[in-house]
Structure formats: structure tokens, C-alpha cells
């Protein structure tokens, strides 16, 4: 029996990852800074908080290609 194929990396898609949920995260911030009164900090803060969403989610979808 053969092992099961190793997962591969694909940048492409991981940098799709990363960039949709920074991007998301701006939004996300950007309108709760709009209701709040300042759509910059909230979108700054929504960056802020955007990234590490996204390194989360290029882990989770390429978790076993780390292991």
C-alpha cells in the first residue's frame, strides 16, 4: 500500500488567503468605524486585526503541509 500523498503549497493560493482576510478585516473595521464615526481608525484597526486572521487561515488550510 502506498502512503498517502503530501499536500503541497501552493503560494498562489495561500496569498489569496492572506489577502482576503486582511481585506475583510478593513471592511469589517472600515464599517464599524463608519457607524463609530471614523472610518480610518476603524479600518486601521480592522487591518490590524485582518492579518492575523489571515496568517490563521493559511494555517488551517494548509495545516498538514507543516506537520
Not at 502512503?3 to 498562489?12: C, F, I, S
Not at 475583510?24 to 486572521?53: E, K, N, Q, T, Y
Request: positive net charge; aromatic residues 8%; without cysteine.
Amino acid at each position: 500500500m502506498e502512503p498517502a500523498p503530501r499536500p503541497t503549497l501552493e503560494p498562489a493560493g495561500a496569498g489569496a488567503i492572506l489577502v482576503s482576510g486582511t481585506a475583510l478585516g478593513a471592511a469589517v473595521g472600515a464599517l464599524v468605524g463608519w457607524l463609530a464615526g471614523s472610518i480610518g481608525l476603524g479600518a486601521l484597526i480592522g487591518v490590524a486585526l485582518g492579518i492575523p486572521a489571515g496568517v490563521y487561515g493559511v494555517y488551517r488550510r494548509y495545516r498538514g503541509f507543516f506537520t
